[in-house]
T-cell receptor, first 119, second 112 residues
Framework: GAVVSQHPSRVICKSGTSVKIECRSL??????MFWYRQFPKKSLMLMAT?????????EQGVEKDKFLINHASLTLSTLTVTSAHPEDSSFYIC???????????????FGPGTRLTVL | SQKIEQNSEALNIQEGKTATLTCNYT??????LQWYRQDPGRGPVFLLL?????KEKRKERLKVTFDTTLKQSLFHITASQPADSATYLC???????????FGTGTQLKVEL
């Protein structure tokens, strides 16, 4: 099956620094990648949709200058949390879709997540 | 306002029994609904998709129903095993482009 990886799996940083999280589709080309964040015992919240070669589309309430997304290739999207603060501490998860048959729903394959802790 | 509700309380059942999890939604008209499994500290894993024109879908020990009149989906695991213990999330299509909106999930614990 399709595999999505994330790196790093855990990161601890100081307040005010920037952190980059990578999301890779290992054995397929992903036309679209999604970024979510999840708080403990809460649901996944969609942050943005990332399409290769174009600007990301952010959900309402998500600061695009705070959460920079780059989707430079069909197998890699990055999320950079700029000037991180303790309230940005969360579990960040990406997913990637592999184009399927026309008219079919593209299955989303999720990465293992990145635990960000901002001190 | 739009809501997707799953039992926030954990569900504990005995091994071998059937687990039934509920997903209710309001102010959505989803073309499809999906169920995922999430283990602690991991990303969700896709289990089943059911479309609005399908009443029921099965996959091995899993069964999903979708009632668009009641705005409800039921997720069943038959002959449950301790390895089925996890959080189960339902997700609705959020209006195209493969975007999903997730419920809060129900934690299932299967005891010996």
């Amino acid at each position: 099956g399709a595999v999505v990886s994330q790196h790093p799996s855990r990161v601890i940083c100081k307040s005010g620094t920037s952190v980059k999280i990578e999301c890779r589709s290992l054995d397929f080309q992903a036309t679209t990648m999604f970024w979510y964040r999840q708080f403990p015992k809460k649901s996944l919240m969609l942050m943005a949709t990332s399409n290769e070669g174009s600007k990301a589309t952010y959900e309402q309430g998500v600061e695009k200058d705070k959460f920079l997304i780059n989707h430079a290739s069909l197998t890699l999207s990055t999320l950079t949390v700029t000037s991180a603060h303790p309230e940005d501490s969360s579990f960040y998860i990406c997913s990637a879709t592999q184009p399927g048959l026309a008219g079919e729903v593209d299955e989303q394959f999720f990465g293992p997540g990145t635990r960000l802790t901002v001190l | 306002s739009q809501k997707i509700e799953q039992n926030s309380e954990a569900l504990n059942i005995q091994e071998g029994k059937t687990a039934t999890l509920t997903c209710n939604y309001t102010n959505y008209s989803p073309a499809y609904l999906q169920w995922y499994r999430q283990d602690p500290g991991r990303g969700p894993v896709f289990l089943l998709l059911i479309r609005e024109n399908e009443k029921e879908k099965r996959k091995e020990r899993l069964k999903v129903t979708f009632d668009t009149t009641l705005k409800q989906s039921l997720f069943h695991i038959t002959a449950s095993q301790p390895a089925d213990s996890a959080t189960y999330l339902c997700a609705l299509d959020a209006g195209g482009g493969n975007k999903l909106t997730f419920g809060t999930g129900t934690q299932l614990k299967v005891e010996l």
